[in-house]
């Protein structure tokens, strides 16, 4: 992984992992994240240090999983051919993710992968990861015990044996 070092040309230069094909991938700062509604790319930030990724190091960060471009078609559709939800009007997708649901069926954005929290807005998503994910328990108990190997067991459980930089 490249260092994110302000002022380099590498500055806006870091990876994430596609959750789709199972490799890393570099990005240049900003990435589509459809999962959430997103239909343009946006920004992207830190969730320890809620700045830019492209200020400062963040290589002892956690990496956001995000298909990477050549496969974030592919996760869309066949999510949406996974789903049994009736079709749905663009009145009813305002705001919300036709992809994730939680327990009970409804419609969420997202999830913590440290907590298991369902998120129902992206305010609420970015309420949790906010301030260094003060809010987030199980990330806090992950920092506190400061076991570096907790995100190449999660690969582990997830039968993804070799991640470029665990």
């Excluded at 509604?37 to 492209?54: I, N, T």
């Excluded at 078609?73 to 789903?83: G, H, I, P, R, T």
């Excluded at 993710?97 to 609420?124: H, R, T």
């Amino acid at each position: 992984m490249k260092l994110n070092i302000v002022g380099s040309k590498e500055a806006t230069q870091h990876s994430h992992f596609c959750d789709y094909a199972g490799h890393t991938w570099e990005c240049a700062g900003t990435a589509q994240r459809s999962l959430t509604g997103g239909s343009e790319p946006s920004l992207c930030m830190c969730q320890v240090h809620q700045v830019p990724m492209s200020e400062g190091d963040h290589s002892e960060c956690p990496v956001e999983l995000l298909a990477c471009p050549e496969h974030r078609d592919e996760q869309l559709k066949q999510m949406a051919a996974a789903s049994s939800s009736p079709t749905r009007t663009e009145d009813t997708l305002a705001g919300q993710s036709a992809v994730f649901k939680d327990g009970d069926g409804e419609p969420i954005v997202g999830f913590c992968l440290w907590c298991g929290n369902d998120f129902y807005s992206i305010d609420e998503m970015n309420t949790h990861n906010a301030d260094g994910m003060l809010a987030c328990i199980g990330f806090q108990e992950m920092m506190k015990d400061g076991d570096s190997n907790d995100l190449q067991s999660i690969f582990e459980v997830l039968s993804i044996t070799s991640v470029e930089g665990c």
